[in-house]
């Protein structure tokens, strides 16, 4: 069964909700992306199957969400630990004067988001299977990225470390996170006190489902200098 028009009016309610305006090509592609993980979701374990009828909003509609807050200067991002594609794919729809990098280190999943981009005609992105600590992978993109991306797949302290070989001078990390930040947020500051100029910690709170951010999801937003 194609959910396509399901997805496409959950979506147009949360962004009209919380006064965001993407154009009609956006929001279709946004649906269209959300169908395709949908059915790849069957074969390939992209995000949990008990998520699935949640995926507009738990991972589609949050992912292109935290453009909101993501600095207009920013111009090349990485998506480190992309998975099925988020928050990469939502974002470069949300934001298609950004270029960026998808980056994962299962092939499966690679596979399929390389598969999803093609479809979508996504030409602002490049899908590579790497591991991001690699010596190879920072070779071909050292000095590369003013903003790095992930939704929840390491401790802040490794993203950081991850992140320092491959940015520029001054850069941006916007990291998606669940539970209580403080003490994981704290050690980070700790080791790379000196690389930190700023950090905000942004509650993801939107209408008309999670408007106390019960989800209990936020946006560690950094600006780092190497």
């Known amino acids: 069964m194609d959910f396509q ?12 909700e919380n006064s965001i305006n993407p154009d009609e090509y956006q929001l279709e592609r946004l649906a269209n992306f959300a169908s ?7 074969k390939v374990n992209l995000i949990s199957r008990k998520d699935i ?40 729809i949300a934001r298609p004067n950004l270029k960026g990098v998808l980056v994962d280190s299962t092939s499966k ?15 602002n992105v490049i899908v590579e299977n790497y591991r991001v600590e690699s010596e190879e ?33 001054k850069a941006y990390i916007a990291a998606i996170k669940g539970g209580d930040l403080m003490d994981e947020f704290r050690t980070a500051e700790l080791k790379y006190k000196s690389h930190i100029k700023k950090s905000t910690i942004f509650e993801l709170s939107y209408k008309p489902n999670n408007i106390r951010n019960e989800k209990g999801k936020k946006l560690i937003l950094v600006e780092l200098i190497k």
Do not use: C
Request: net charge positive; aromatic share 14%.
């Open 137 to 169: 992978f920072k070779q071909k993109y050292a000095n590369t990225f003013d903003l790095i991306i992930s939704r929840a797949t390491v401790p802040f302290i490794i993203l950081l470390r991850y992140s320092l070989p491959l940015i520029k001078e």
């Open 36 to 42: 395709l993980v949908a059915h790849k979701n069957e």
């Open 109 to 123: 999943k690679i596979d399929a988001v390389h598969e999803f981009t093609s479809k979508l005609k996504l030409n």
């Open 5 to 16: 028009e399901q997805y496409l009016r959950e979506l147009k309610m949360l962004f009209w």
């Open 53 to 92: 009828l949640k995926i507009i909003e738990n991972h589609v509609f949050i992912s292109a969400f935290i453009s909101e807050f993501i600095p207009q200067r920013a111009t090349k991002f990485l998506d480190i630990g992309t998975g099925g594609g988020f928050p990469g794919i939502p974002l470069a």
